[in-house]
């Protein structure tokens, strides 16, 4: 049966609008809001916690009479929930987060442009506004932290965390890749790999897979890559074993790296930085190493517009992105480059200065 038919078999005011809802998730849950593909496990989860209170709250906390059938939905049920988010004083952030669940809702109704910008509702356009280029730098090196001391700290606490923190700050990796990590079998030679020749950058590849289950190859070029590689082999109880701890699940595992993080004050409240802040030291370092200088978001960039692309695409492919502008969420936007004297206008952009015929030169023709 197609969509529209199973969902033919639930009549709105027939129907419990919360079992419609389920009917709902089971059948689109996988799919990205804008584009052909599936989203990731952990939006799934999250995208289908929200759409669940979201509809209970319309009745119990928004002032409805009954949950509405989620075919029913319209803009005051919208424009509600907004203000109860505004009056919960929610950050802007989450509540684009929500805005961007329902706009999945509604696209699998065939209801684009029910749910409104952030304008529409009240809110403060720039407060709410996505910036695709990062404005600071969140590595741990802009606050003052050495990476490498702190984490060998880490390692005397916990050594299976140690050893993921170590491959987020060689790889570029993030949590929960890093945690999943088997360094055994995800190290595989050039071979193995199924890249053309030319990409040839190293012996021996770290397999990783990513979000929405992109897989990315990634080079053990580095000391500081082969090292964190060797470290976490050294941990393992077998060849097929992942580095986080044998006797906690991936969950547990995740929830420890946390714990061990805020142990060492390694938060945004307490210094500033994220576990996420080695991925942002590691890509810019990567920016810097192919570019020659540093990146934007570091005070750099300043380099050809040639050199600062090639740069970014190795960024955006180590972080395992496949847009090349995701690679100005972690080292920024391109620097403006100062415009022309008015002199320099008065000429062609290539012009070069045209040499004087030479007296003496009979063969000299004037230019």
Known sequence: MSAQEILARNLPGKSDPLQVLEVLLELFNTRHTALNKTVSHKTRHERALFLRRFFRDLKTRAGFNTVPDPRNLGHRHIQAMVTLWQHEALAPATIQTYLSFLRGLTSWLSKPGLVRAPGHYGLEPDAYQRHENASHDKSWSAKGIDATTV???????????????????????RRKESVQVRPYVHVQPFEHTGLPEHLKESENYLWVKGKGGRVRWLAISTTAQRGAIAFAQSLVRNRTAPIGHPDRDLRANLRRLDYALARFGLTRAALGVTAHGLRHQALNDAYELHSGTSSPIRGGGNVSRQVDQAARYKVSGLAGHARLRAAGAYVGSRPRQQAPSHQETDAPRDASPVPEPDPADKHARPA
């Open 151 to 173: 984490i060998d700290r880490i390692c005397e606490f916990d050594i299976h965390v140690g050893a993921s923190l170590r491959l987020m700050h060689a790889f570029g990796l």
